[in-house]
């Protein structure tokens, strides 16, 4: 492991690509999109959703998103994508032409998913979105309640049978054995991803998952942004600096 702000650039991907086939899997929030006050206020740049298809053609098909979203609502955000994706932390995954890799990941118990939202109703500037196979309480609206938040998610996720996952000011539950380096693992599996250099972009906690399964397959992992230790071998500073590596031609 070494600090993000210690690593340097990545080889260009031309030369990657020159070299042998690539797969990429890339992170959405904070590595396609920059950050911002909630799940809903991200500014999707214009032409995001036609240039990834376009490097994925490039790529005969080997590039995927894998995103701690559902994957209805990065349809919501980009449009309905013609790419191998995978949602609800790498749990929910589908191939380029729509089918399901694995087992479709079980919604939550209604009960937990309200008692979510009771939490985030008394807790001042907390916010809890409703995702399809998980549930996220947000806290970048009252940072000083982080500490109560973990404690209430960590509490509910032992009574029941849940795992945590902790990202920048959220926390969430999701069914155990959902990350990112399964759907990484799944998606080398088969073709056109197999036998290729594995290559994961991310910028939060949950991409380390992937960083890991890209270095075990031969590859690596870029970590977007100074997050302190990581097991990426290379870091790109924010989002536009990831168009620029990807040469995604975005519209203006
Ligand atoms: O794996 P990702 O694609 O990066 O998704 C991780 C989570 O991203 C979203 O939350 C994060 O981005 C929000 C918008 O910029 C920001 O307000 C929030 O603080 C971040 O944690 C999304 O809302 C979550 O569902 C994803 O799991």
């Known amino acids: 492991m070494t600090a ?8 260009p991907l031309a030369d990657l690509a020159e070299a ?3 797969a990429l899997f890339l992170d959405f929030d904070g590595t396609l999109v920059a950050i911002a006050d909630g799940p809903d206020a991200i500014v999707v740049p214009d032409g995001l959703a036609r240039a990834l298809e376009a490097s994925s053609e490039r790529l005969a098909g080997r590039l995927a998103l894998i995103s701690g979203r559902a994957l209805d609502d990065l349809a919501k955000h980009l449009g309905p994508l013609a790419l191998a994706q995978a949602g609800s932390h790498g749990a929910h995954r589908v191939t380029a032409t729509g089918e399901v890799l694995g ?3 079980r919604p939550l118990d209604p009960a937990v998913v309200a008692a979510l939202a009771e939490f985030a109703a008394a807790t001042d500037g907390v916010l809890k979105e409703t995702k399809e196979h998980g549930g996220a309480l947000h806290y970048r609206g009252n940072p000083a309640s982080e500490p109560q938040v973990i404690a209430f998610m960590e509490e509910t996720a032992r009574a029941n ?5 902790r990202g ?8 155990p054995g959902a990350d990112k380096g399964g759907a990484v693992a799944a998606f080398l599996a088969i073709a056109p991803f197999q036998g290729a250099l594995p290559v994961f972009i991310g910028d939060d906690v949950t991409d380390e998952d992937g960083f890991k399964a890209a270095t075990k397959a031969g590859g690596f992992g870029i ?30």
């Open 223 to 252: 970590c977007v942004g100074d997050r302190g230790e990581t097991a990426a071998r290379y870091a790109l500073p924010d989002p536009a600096a990831v168009h620029d590596w990807l040469q995604l031609e975005l519209n203006g």
């Open 4 to 11: 993000a702000s210690d690593l340097p650039p990545p080889p």
């Open 168 to 175: 920048k000011c959220v926390v969430e539950l999701v069914r």
């Open 161 to 165: 049978d849940l795992a945590v996952k």
């Open 103 to 105: 087992d479709r990941p």
């Open 20 to 22: 042998r086939p690539v």
